[in-house]
């Protein structure tokens, strides 16, 4: 999918979000600390404080390399002073198999799924100054996830 696309759905989301807000209640747990599940709000602080956007199409609770990048990378300290120190909005667009989900985060998930065109998991999207890279698990920990991500794009 082209970043063209990318951002349309992104600036798409950001405008049914802000006229729809108080239709658009998430109350979901998130699986992972310091991340968000409401892309509506992700995407409008995102547009407002013009930060990298990061999203997390993951099925948590059985996707063994969703588990991996979770505990190898997000769960790290680096990862979490990394993600700070860029000021990154993470998105996360969980897909579990045994856990209950509303019907508005089910309904969110699937259609920025089907929008971006996600085929497996774990996939992450970053999309930082114009650009967009698509990722996943590296082998080695957030030092080697980081430097891979940043040889890909500035953020």
């Known amino acids: 999918m082209s970043l063209k696309k990318i951002l349309v759905v992104v600036f798409l989301f950001v405008g049914i979000g802000v006229s729809a807000q108080s239709d658009y209640v998430i109350t979901d747990l998130v699986s992972t600390e310091g991340w968000s599940n409401n892309a509506n709000e ?16 993951t099925g948590s609770d059985w996707c063994i390399w969703c588990k991996r990048i979770k505990a190898e990378i997000f769960d790290t300290p680096e990862f979490k002073a990394w993600a ?5 909005a993470l998105l996360e667009l969980d897909f ?13 998930n699937n259609s920025l799924k089907n929008e971006v065109g996600i085929q497996g998991f774990p996939t992450l999207i970053i999309i930082s100054n114009g650009k967009m890279i698509r990722t996943g698990y590296v082998k080695g920990g957030a030092k080697a996830w980081i430097a891979s991500v940043e040889s890909q794009i500035e953020i």
């Not at 992700?42 to 199409?57: E, G, L």
């Not at 579990?96 to 969110?108: A, C, G, I, M, Y």
């Open 42 to 57: 992700v995407f409008k602080d995102a547009k407002a404080d013009n930060a990298p956007i990061m999203m997390n199409f």
């Open 84 to 88: 700070k120190e860029k000021n990154l």
């Open 96 to 108: 579990p198999r045994n856990k209950e989900q509303s019907d508005e985060l089910k309904s969110q």
